[in-house]
């Protein structure tokens, strides 16, 4: 069977938009029941402002107690002193982000794109040298909430430039979820006409509720890295309206009943979801969530 990387971005990506404050104890038994579930790449916390998000406070600690675990803990850097924050924590696994939207990235980082570009060509260069992993985020690839659609181009050229300066991987997101399987399918081949997508990675919210249409789309470009967040959590914080990320289980559901290997138990993502639920205000949107387990017998194909 075809295997699938699917990496997990729940605990950042999905916490730092809900408005709840959550525990040190919870977001680390978060990441240990996903990885219990067999996820081995996670998106674990960041090293941001805690004023900005506060969700994301100490997340030192989180790695310090989770850093004895055999998985890939990745740990988003917006400056150089998140970059600092990440070295002195003893972080063996970055993440950065910038978009293809000016105005997006202005919001996010409070930089330019090429002055995003250059701090994260500096804090690459010392990330390789410590053997750090780096991927890449690049937002907005197929639209922006302040500046409409975006080039295939500006996607590819970032890329490439995420690529140069030493990211092992880059995921494309479309982070406000208003991408169509149409616009992804012409977009991945002329994207594929440039570039190889052997490390890409691709991040779809669900907005519209076209999320696992345009990963199938995607599959179809031969991309076979995914990132979802369990129960659909998320949003983000500079786009109203957009809704939570691609719910892990939905795509594990999607993957497994294509015939693909993920590694990963739908099952026991499903009961993580319903103990992540027991934490939050509002119920998760999750479709496959709020359907199981009655239905879960479908997925088996
Ligand atoms: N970790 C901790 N604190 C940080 C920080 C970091 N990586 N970067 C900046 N800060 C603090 C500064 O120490 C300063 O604190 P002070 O007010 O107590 O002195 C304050 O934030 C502002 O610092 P400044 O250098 O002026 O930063 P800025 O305003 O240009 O930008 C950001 C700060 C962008 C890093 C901050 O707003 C942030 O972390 N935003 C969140 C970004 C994010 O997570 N986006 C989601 C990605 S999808
Ligand atoms: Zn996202």
Known sequence: ME??????????????????????????????????????????????????????????????????????LSFLVPNRKGFDRAVTAGVRSIALFTATSEAFVQKNIRMSIDDSMRVFEEISREAKDRKMRI?????????????????????????????QMGCDEVSLGDTIG???????????????????????????????????????ATLESEVRIFDGSVGGLGGCPYAAGASGNVASEEVIWLLEGLGFETGISLEEL????????????????????????????????
């Open 3 to 72: 295997k699938i990387k699917f990496v997990e971005v729940g605990p950042r990506d999905g916490l730092q938009n809900q408005t709840e404050s959550f525990s040190l104890d919870f977001r680390i038994e978060l990441i240990e029941r996903l990885v219990n579930c067999g996820v081995e790449s996670l998106e674990a916390g960041s090293f941001v402002s805690p004023k900005a998000i506060p969700q994301m406070q100490d997340s030192e600690k989180v790695f310090e107690a989770l850093k004895s675990k055999a998985v890939d």
């Open 135 to 163: 991927r890449g985020y690049l937002s907005t690839v197929f639209g922006c909430p302040y500046e409409g659609r975006q080039s295939v181009t500006s996607a590819i050229e970032l890329t490439k430039r995420l690529f």
């Open 178 to 216: 208003v991408a169509h399987p149409r616009q992804v399918r012409e977009f991945w081949k002329d994207f594929r006409s440039e570039l190889s997508v052997k490390n890409v990675a691709a991040h779809f919210h669900d907005t519209r509720g076209a999320a696992l249409a345009n990963i199938l």
């Open 270 to 301: 499903l009961t993580t979801a319903a103990w992540l639920e027991t934490h939050l205000k509002n119920p998760l949107k999750s479709k496959l969530y709020r359907s199981a387990p009655k239905h879960l017998y479908y997925h088996k194909v």
